[in-house]
């Protein structure tokens, strides 16, 4: 497979590409085109020995390495359910943890 920009389209392709999304997608303005929902976190990332075996990458070496992680789905909107319809992990903790989310919390 190719990586020159050239041969993959180059600019004409990356504005194809984004008006065909926004076109067939439910985008919303004021958030990304994709994965428009996310949580990020801020961490501490220590990779193994296996790992820094396998590579010569700086944050692969086994050195501690501060990081900020996103995680999200791939829907356009950020108001679209993560599932059309409960799967087995909806159906299991992660479903809950979501609903509990949505949830307003109880006074004590």
Known sequence: MSTSPHELGGPERVGQVLGAMEQHMNNVTGFKRGHARGVAFRGRFTATQQAAALTIA????????????RVSNGRSSPYLPDARRPSAATRSGCGALRAARRRPHASR
């Open 58 to 69: 700086g944050h692969l070496r086994g050195d501690p390495v501060d990081c900020v992680v």
